[in-house]
């Protein structure tokens, strides 16, 4: 994950088909004491589909009973045991939650500087017991939280040795132990004359009670290209991220992790607890998955998505720097093919969450699911929209008016074989 051209420019101002006859089984072998299964082309599409709610269970938002909500920087939140759904906004601070009707039932913390206080929230967890972890980048603290706002105390984020950033938070494992990975607030641009490139990514663990980040395994970030922002006189060289180009996706699980590099359709897996580290996947899994190809009005949508956001930024940010960045759109570089696997997700049970390709934000986006060995166990297509949470049964999707910018969050029930419920 690297860092969006609008957080930075916001911290610098302040195919289905007929399957009869088709053998979706994967050929299982072992290479080096690592587990390999392969699945062929059509595995993906036969999985059984899985349905949705007939209507939403609950709306957090715009048409909710508290239309006044705004969920514009609402981007982090998760699902607790009962169905309350907690919310993360930027601006303001401030983690909200809410029933599982839709209405906001209370707060978590408050903005400030003081104990279990924030500022900037940059990630958020819900832990066993319903326990929420939210990380406050400025002070590199993890604030934890009673499901009913009680304080429950604060943890300290050591610095990497080799630069002044805190990893950024993906997951926390059974053992207490944390998954992190080596982002850098400012993108970076490597030595060299090349246009398009992907920096290394390290994948590190820190242990419940260590001080110093473990690197479990080096991956491939997301595929950049050169650029400038250009703020007041001065013009900073920074990187951007390639249209449609593939970027790392990692899920977290109970003892480890599963990691894509998103360019091809293969995910690994690493086990980090009781490892010893630089750690090999202890299992790969590979699917037979054509990749579609970018066409002109995939580019066109994609810079009329990123004006209209950048246009909602106004009185947030200097007009001269916010025309500027408007103006670079047109210079967006563009991948040819969609990636192999453009989002990945884990939910409580272990169970993954994989789309092919990249949404747009707006689109109706397929998501298969996988069993905590892999092996594909249902599809289901989510309304139009981003997946915002997911719990044993049931989704939250932010959705976004594309004329008035509101954002509504929309609690669905999902229903399929395995599942484990839904509405």
Known sequence: MQTSPVLLLLLLAACGGDTAGRNSAAVARDSAGIAILEFPAGAIEDAPEWTLS??????????????TLDLTTATLGGILSDGRVVVATAQPAQIMLFGADGAQVGTLGRAGEG??????????????GDTVLAFEVTRRKGILYGADGTLLGELDFPLLADRPIVP???GRLDDGSFVLSGETLLPQTPEGNEKIYRLDLPIFALGSAATNYDTVTVTRGTQSYRSSLTFGNQVMPISRQVGFGPSPQIAVTRNGFWLSTGDVAELREFVVSGATF??????????????????EADRERYREQAAEGLERLKGAIPAELLDVEIAKLKETVFANSFPAIGQLRADHL?????TSGTSLGDDMTT???????????????????????????????RREDPASGLVRLEVWGVVGSGWGGGG
């Open 168 to 170: 950024l938070m993906r």
């Open 54 to 67: 007939k209507e939403p269970l609950a709306i957090i938002g715009d048409d909710s009973p508290d239309a």
């Open 278 to 295: 630089p750690a090999q996947p202890s299992r790969v899994v590979r699917f037979n998955q054509p990749r579609r190809e970018v066409t």
């Open 350 to 354: 272990g169970r993954l969450w994989m």
């Open 367 to 397: 998501w298969t699911m996988l069993d905590p060995d892999g092996k594909p166990i249902g599809r289901v297509t989510l309304p139009e929209g981003t997946l915002f949470a997911v719990a044993e049964d049931r989704v939250v999707i």
């Open 115 to 128: 104990p279990g206080e924030y500022r900037a929230l940059i990630q958020l967890l819900i832990l066993p």
